[in-house]
């Protein structure tokens, strides 16, 4: 299936399974569950998540930057707030093997390891270890992303790294399967919004 496919099929599955309620709760969702809807596809050469990705690490990597210049030159104790704010630096460290994970995730052929349960593990406890709540918003888009390309024809990795490919061979990523999935999403993701926001 194509990005704006897997976006909407996402965040539609976060919103009908883990229901969250009220605006906060609900944009928490949406939020988390449209970077694990996508973020398998970083592997593609050509997919949005692999674009947007590269500005996420480079921007990260100039922060990352400055902030130690900033600290180096002028000891603003950054650091040391960080070495002592153990839930500050726990997260840190989430962010940055999140971050490793999508330079590695990136290297690999598509529908390989990023398709897979096992990158799906990982990210998904990363972003636990940065964001608990936003972790399983994230973990049932990301599962959702495997489960509608194993409709395609072209294999996946779902049991890296062990062996051979998994594939239904039902339809083509771009084809009628693709738009019919992209209008219902659409039109379940406003309805299931709705209620939860007036929940």
Request: hydrophobic share 55%.
């Amino acid at each position: 299936m194509l990005g704006k496919t897997h976006l909407v099929i996402g965040e539609t599955a976060a919103l009908a399974v883990l229901q969250p309620s009220g605006w906060r709760e609900v944009a928490l969702c949406l939020g988390a569950a449209a970077v694990g809807s996508v973020i398998c596809d970083i592997d593609a050469e050509n997919s949005h998540a692999r674009k947007n990705v590269n500005r996420m690490i480079l921007v990260s990597i100039f922060a990352l930057v400055v902030l130690g210049i900033a600290e180096w030159k002028l000891d603003l104790g950054i650091a040391q707030k960080i070495m002592e704010e153990r839930d500050l630096f726990v997260r840190a460290a989430g962010l940055v093997g999140f971050l490793v994970m999508c330079i590695i995730g990136k290297r690999q052929p598509h529908r390989g390891f990023m398709h897979s349960v096992l990158a799906t593990v990982i990210f998904s406890g990363l972003v636990y270890v940065m964001l608990p709540k936003a972790a399983y918003y994230f973990a049932v888009a990301m599962s959702s992303h495997l489960v509608l390309d194993l409709f395609n024809k072209k294999n996946l990795s779902l049991w890296f790294p062990f062996p051979g490919g998994v594939s239904l061979k039902i339809c083509k990523a771009d084809g009628w399967t693709n738009q019919t999935l992209f209008y219902i999403g659409c039109a379940a993701m406003v309805v299931l919004t709705l209620i939860a926001l007036f929940r």
